[in-house]
């Protein structure tokens, strides 16, 4: 009986040891993670900035002179519109003279 008894206390104890030994191991693994959590946050954060790919800045850049490209038609076509105005006053103006 006391060699049953101890058997079982002795596997108790490497069991025991163990759940410990795996316990550390994952709050090592647990650390470890929340310090990679924490530079993916900052990382995503920061996307705009400098940790941005090479192919995402190209793509702003184009983007925001295609948005400048458009202002300035925008900008030609009411100037465009104006002078065409002005153009049939003129027009209109010589015919009545003509007349």
């Known amino acids: 009986?006391?060699?049953?008894?101890?058997?079982?206390?002795?596997?108790?104890?490497?069991?025991?040891?163990?759940?410990?030994?795996?316990?550390?191991?994952?709050?090592?693994?647990?650390?470890?993670?929340?310090?990679?959590?924490k530079i993916y946050g900052?990382?995503?954060k920061?996307?705009?900035?400098?940790?941005?790919?090479?192919?995402?800045?190209?793509?702003?850049?184009l983007q925001t002179k295609i948005k400048n490209l458009r202002k300035d038609i925008r900008n030609k076509e009411y100037e465009w519109l104006n002078k065409k105005q002005e153009l049939v006053k003129k027009e209109n103006q010589l015919n009545n003279i003509s007349e």
């Open 46 to 61: 920061n996307k705009k900035g400098e940790d941005q790919g090479e192919f995402e800045v190209a793509i702003d850049k």
């Open 42 to 44: 900052e990382l995503m």
């Open 1 to 37: 009986m006391n060699s049953e008894m101890t058997k079982l206390e002795e596997d108790y104890n490497k069991k025991n040891n163990r759940i410990k030994a795996n316990h550390k191991a994952l709050e090592k693994k647990q650390l470890e993670m929340d310090q990679l959590n």
